[in-house]
């Protein structure tokens, strides 16, 4: 009798976690989601939570949405310092929020002609930036056939280009912030109208 009723026991403990497994919902692919999903996910902005900060009408949704949720933890963190930290008392540097994963640089500089900026990549990192302080252009453009001049770094993790067609001028000022991800031509710190300072903050995320 014990016998018995020690292997129904057995039997049951196997059985449980296969049918709690078959009751879970599985979950969707956004890979998949049609271009309505992407948007209603990304306007309700559960991802960032309540702040007044903004993100650009720029930002690629379908690829931050697969992004995201291929790393949600790393993206989570960047965007709790974008709106929790002090970031007008934040010093210039570099400061880690997940060792290497996700880190923070803070710059300033003051805003520079156009043709004086090159155009950037990265291949590992993806870009959150945010203008502190001041305003510029920044300037965003297909970089496939542009003409590399600065040869990729990997501990820099940057390429520069040179010969680029340009594309979009976007206004970055304080309350917005961009994304940019790896193999996006990118070309930050142009002058509006005259040279003025800027403070800067970039969340480097790791793919």
């Known amino acids: 009798m014990i016998m018995k009723f020690m292997i129904s026991l057995l039997a049951g403990s196997f059985l449980l976690p296969l049918i709690g497994c078959a009751s879970e919902e599985p979950v969707e692919n956004p890979e998949t989601w049609s271009e309505q999903q992407l948007s209603d996910w990304f306007n309700q902005k559960d991802w960032l ?3 007044n900060l903004q993100p650009h009408s720029s930002i690629n949704k379908r690829e931050f949405v697969i ?3 291929q790393n949600k933890a790393r993206w989570d963190k960047a965007f709790a310092f974008l709106k929790e930290a002090d ?3 934040i ?6 929020l997940d060792g290497q994963d996700v880190f923070v640089m803070v710059s300033k500089y003051n805003t520079k002609n156009h043709k004086d900026v090159p155009f950037e990549a990265h291949k590992e990192y993806t870009d959150i930036q945010y203008v502190v302080s001041g305003s510029e252009y920044i300037g965003v453009a297909d970089v496939s056939s ?6 990729y770094e990997e501990e820099q993790d940057i390429v520069f280009y ?8 976007h206004l970055a000022q304080p309350d917005t912030f961009f994304i940019f991800f790896p193999g996006m031509g990118h070309s930050p710190g142009r002058k509006v109208e005259d040279s003025v300072p800027v403070k800067k903050v970039v969340i480097k995320v790791k793919n």
């Open 49 to 51: 939570g309540q702040t």
């Open 67 to 69: 992004r995201y949720h």
């Open 87 to 89: 970031l007008k008392a």
């Open 91 to 96: 010093e210039e540097g570099n400061h880690e």
């Open 146 to 151: 542009a003409t590399v001049t600065t040869p």
């Open 162 to 169: 040179d010969n680029v067609v340009d594309g979009q001028h």
